[in-house]
């Protein structure tokens, strides 16, 4: 008798995402009859590894969920990782957190304060301890090329920053991050444009997260395209959000506009060079072998590009040659029949698998559709992503 013979299956249902004809992304799943303030050892394990392999899911009917069980659930998920949120407290995501912390409230929900308040509007005379609070939430001013304020409030917005939940100095990338759905906005579908020249757009309920796929990304490069990146990686900037705290993204939320805004490295002050994180470009997923093509573009500051073990690489270092050689890629990805708009209801938390997929917050205007309520958590990992091919020692 095999091992996994042994180990009880799952209690809960999982069923992959229902998609029409016109969809094309291939992940995504629901999940029914669990409770999370309740979750056995054994359906953690199976949780996890449904995340692993559906890369987002959404697990149904969590409205009573303390936010201290969902840190625990964060922690038990990877308890040999530091149990703090993966970009640290709120102090030194508030000092350090560059681009992600500027213009924005970041709050922690008293007694759980890894589990952080997001959202739009205004959140109740006291939300779990937080009194009369009112969250501006993210918007469309990340992007250089302005959208009109009368367009917004006719409903047309915007992917706000497509990335993944990650640091990319001193803590890993979070395995996965989750997002519980409190208040959701309600009232017409809004519509999301590219306002890249493509002419492409979709329509979406309002306040959803957007996903796509890099392993799917993967599988629509060449076979040479392949190669390259399996044996390739990147360096990140030391204090990446802080290095790019005065850069604009494109209008589609994918990569910076090239403006010169970056800070330099003098700029940045002290910093710890062993802190300073290089990656593979494609991320090996540990449950089912996939490989994704996992470049976090607005923070690259080097691109090491070879296509086997004995070549030497070719160092890409402007910037600008480096964002135009990574969206290369990854528009291929940016189109409207490879987006899932995860279907989260209030009383659904999403979870999702940060070595897998790109996520976007979409922004939509308060009037008309009122206030968005999350709670959102995740932990710097233990284990940091492994490639097909080992970065050599330089």
């Not at 409230?105 to 301890?129: M, T």
Request: proline content about 7%.
């Amino acid at each position: 008798m095999s091992p996994s013979a042994l180990i009880p299956e799952p209690t809960f249902d999982v069923q992959e995402l229902y998609k029409s004809a016109k969809e094309q992304y291939n992940f995504g799943a629901t999940i029914t009859g669990l409770d999370l303030n309740t979750i056995s050892l054994t359906d953690v394990q199976h949780l996890k590894e449904a995340i692993w392999t559906h890369k987002v899911v959404i697990v149904k009917g969590q409205k009573d969920l303390d936010p201290k069980k969902q840190w625990e659930l964060v922690t038990r998920f990877d308890p040999n990782a530091p149990q703090v949120h993966s970009h640290g407290d709120i102090k030194t995501f508030q000092a350090k957190g560059g681009m992600l912390s500027k213009s924005r409230q970041v709050v922690g929900i008293p007694g759980a304060e890894n589990v952080r308040l997001i959202g739009k509007g205004y959140q109740g005379e006291d939300h779990y301890g937080i009194k009369d609070m009112t969250v501006k939430g993210l918007s469309n001013d990340f992007h250089a090329k302005d959208l009109p304020e009368e367009q917004f409030q006719a409903g047309h917005t915007r992917f706000q920053r497509w990335h993944i939940d990650a640091p990319l100095y001193d803590r890993e990338p979070a395995w996965f991050t989750t997002l519980r759905c409190i208040k959701q906005p309600q009232g017409p579908d809004v519509t999301i444009e590219w306002d890249d020249g493509t002419g492409y757009s979709m329509q979406s309920r309002p306040g959803l997260t957007a996903f796509y796929s890099n392993s799917q990304l993967y599988s629509m490069m060449s076979p040479e395209e392949q190669q390259m990146a399996d044996y390739s990686w990147c360096e990140y900037w030391p204090h990446p959000y802080m290095a790019i705290e005065h850069c604009k993204g494109n209008a589609n939320g994918l990569g910076l506009v090239n403006q010169g805004k970056e800070h330099t490295v003098e700029e940045l002050g002290d910093f710890d060079e062993s802190k300073v994180k290089r990656y593979p470009l494609v991320w090996m997923n540990p449950v089912t072998g996939e490989k994704a093509f996992m470049v976090h573009g607005i923070a690259v500051r080097k691109l090491f590009l070879r296509s086997g073990p004995d070549e030497q690489p070719r160092v890409l270092e402007d910037l600008t040659e480096i964002r135009e050689w990574i969206a290369d890629i990854q528009l291929r990805i940016l189109k409207p029949q490879y987006i899932c708009m995860a279907p989260v209801e209030e009383g659904d938390i999403a979870m999702w698998d940060n070595y897998g997929v790109f996520h976007s917050a979409v922004d939509y205007p308060l009037q008309g559709h009122g206030p968005r309520t999350m709670h959102q958590a995740n932990i710097g990992a233990s284990r940091g992503p492994v490639g097909p091919q080992p970065i050599p020692v330089m």
